[in-house]
């Protein structure tokens, strides 16, 4: 039997003491109890009203199409379209874990801690929203949703048809420059892997010209430093090469920028 | 029965108040009463320090906190409640262990006991995988939160890192997870997920550099190299069924509950749950 409080020692109203202080018990552990024993609720009803899956038993033989991952690395296995293995499957899923531990260090910016805001720090929230909506959400949807036989689109309401016939017209870049320019000097292997690494290197030394043009009058990367600059700037080109692909792939079938055969390396 | 008589058979309320208020006082003075909880219930600030203070499952928390960290549109719950579906994993995945044999030939088999011969077993395996995959949408969800707030800002830098590392356990956790039932989804997802490490660079036998690799080392073969340290041979098969559940049953939980403890702790020690300054 809880007594009503009308006791020698009576409760403080927290404002008199400090505005900003309550006491956790029973301010937060009641909001925690109730939202815990509400989602717990609903997982319940969830685990009653739909099981977990199971298929027939595993056949190493049969090769089920398409072989979907699990669907949170569907947005890994998209990237598997545009770029190789070794790159999808290894380095970019390494650069997004690397990547993300480095953001403390790399964003001086010290305003926006502890309150949601956009105008005070554009640039961090435009570009972890990018990635995270939509290279990583949007693209697991695409394969969750998009993605049928030999991983070609298929719109919701179509019939997964594993004979669709797909026009397998992918180009490398030097090859459809040559077509198009009728610059035939690209057709050479070593031509082109020299034009190719060129490009590469082109495009990351964007980030260093960038830098030089602007540090004169820009504050903010005076202070950020060119170590600090050049993570950022590397980071932020290797995550803009994704859609960069992807947008060559849709509009001009373009498979690889820069194919190196002598050591199996195509980008 | 009814009419007259009833009323007799009873002590009327006063009495019986005054009949519960012995008992109770009796109780809650007794010497083992008093062992197990050493303050009242009565609703002052000391005893509401004292609840959070003097229990060891609370004081996860600070006795008091800034207004600003009990907010649901500030913080999500998605961190709390990361944490409690690993719970509710733990606790079913344990149940599920007395159940399930990691054996090729038993796996498939025991999910259909499970189904249809352990009471309650179906119950169990859905709250398992559904509070799993519960848990790493809010674990990204949290992730989200926590920079749209700028919560990895000094002095939280590292538990940031550590945060991190979570999340990949977790996908782990979750992946490792995935190959146990042994049913056509879960080889096929497992086979793809491990196919990727074939393409290490120096590492897997069909990354760059893998022939410059074997030559220098005769290490990276298609049974031994990047791969086969996931599967245990060059395709999924029943030693990477084994391989998978000791990760999931105790390497990968053991690494997880010891960052959690250390991302917790970091909570704290960083000044709590952030807010404007």
């Given at each position: ?54 298929e027939e038993p595993a056949n190493?033989?049969k090769t089920p ?203 | ?182 049913d056509q989804l879960s080889i096929w997802a ?88």
């Amino acid at each position: 039997m809880v007594e009503p409080h009308k006791s020698e020692e009576q409760i403080i109203p927290p404002s008199s003491l400090n505005p900003d202080k309550i006491h956790t018990w029973p301010f937060l552990v009641r909001v925690e109890f109730i939202v815990g024993l509400l989602v717990l609720i609903f997982l319940t009803i969830w685990s009653i009203a739909i099981d977990a899956p199971l298929e027939e038993p595993a056949n190493p033989t049969k090769t089920p199409n398409p072989s979907k991952a699990p669907w949170y690395f569907l947005g890994l296995q998209e990237m598997l379209v545009y770029f190789d293995p070794w790159i999808a499957g290894v380095l970019l899923p390494s650069l997004i874990i690397v990547g993300l531990m480095v953001i403390p260090y790399i964003d001086i910016n010290s305003k926006g801690s502890g309150y949601y805001t956009f105008r005070e720090r554009p640039f961090a929230v435009g570009m972890y929203c990018f990635g995270f909506l939509i290279l990583w959400i949007a693209l697991i949807v695409v394969g969750v949703f998009l993605r049928g036989p030999g991983w070609n689109f298929f719109a919701p309401w179509e019939a997964w048809d594993p004979h669709k016939v797909v026009a397998l017209t992918n180009v490398d870049l030097n090859m459809w420059l040559a077509q198009t320019f009728g610059l035939d000097f690209l057709r050479n292997q070593v031509v082109a892997a020299l034009f190719g690494l060129s490009l590469i290197g082109g495009y990351y030394s964007l980030g260093a010209v960038f830098y030089l043009m602007k540090v004169k009058t820009n504050e903010t990367l005076q202070k950020l430093g060119p170590v600090r600059y050049g993570i950022v700037a590397f980071l932020f080109l290797t995550m803009m090469a994704l859609p960069i692909k992807m947008v060559l792939r849709w509009t001009l079938n373009i498979k690889y920028i820069c194919v190196l055969p002598w050591v199996g390396i195509n980008i | 029965m009814g009419g007259p008589g009833v009323v007799y058979r009873f002590m009327n309320l006063i009495q019986l108040k005054a009949k519960y208020e012995e008992i109770r006082k009796t109780v809650v003075d007794s010497y083992v009463w008093k062992s197990i909880f050493r303050h009242g219930y009565k609703d002052t600030p000391r005893n509401r320090v004292l609840m959070t203070a003097s229990n060891v499952f609370l004081h996860l928390h600070p006795s008091k906190m800034r207004r600003h960290g009990i907010k649901i549109s500030y913080t999500w719950c998605a961190g709390g409640l990361t944490f409690l579906f690993f719970l509710v994993t733990v606790v079913t995945g344990v149940i599920l262990m007395f159940y399930y044999r990691p054996v090729a030939e038993y796996a498939y088999v025991d999910m259909k006991y499970l189904q249809f011969d352990v009471p309650f077993g179906m119950i169990m395996r859905n709250m398992h995988r559904w509070a799993a995959h519960l848990m790493v949408i809010l674990v990204m969800l949290h992730m989200f939160r926590v920079f749209m707030t700028g919560s990895y800002k000094p002095p939280r830098e590292f538990n940031w890192v550590v945060g991190v590392l979570l999340l990949v356990l977790t996908f782990l956790l979750s992946f490792t997870g995935y190959l146990l039932p042994w049913d056509q989804l879960s080889i096929w997802a497992v086979t793809v997920g491990t196919n990727m490490a074939r393409a290490t660079p120096l590492l897997g036998h069909e990354g760059p550099f893998a022939a410059q690799m074997q030559e220098l080392t005769g290490l990276v073969t298609p049974r031994y190299d990047a791969r086969s340290l996931l599967t245990a041979g060059t395709v999924v098969g029943a030693p990477t069924l084994l391989r998978f559940y000791v990760l999931h049953c105790i390497f990968i939980p053991i690494a997880a509950a010891i960052l959690m403890i250390v991302h917790f702790w970091r909570v704290r020690k960083d000044g709590g749950i952030s807010g404007p300054l």
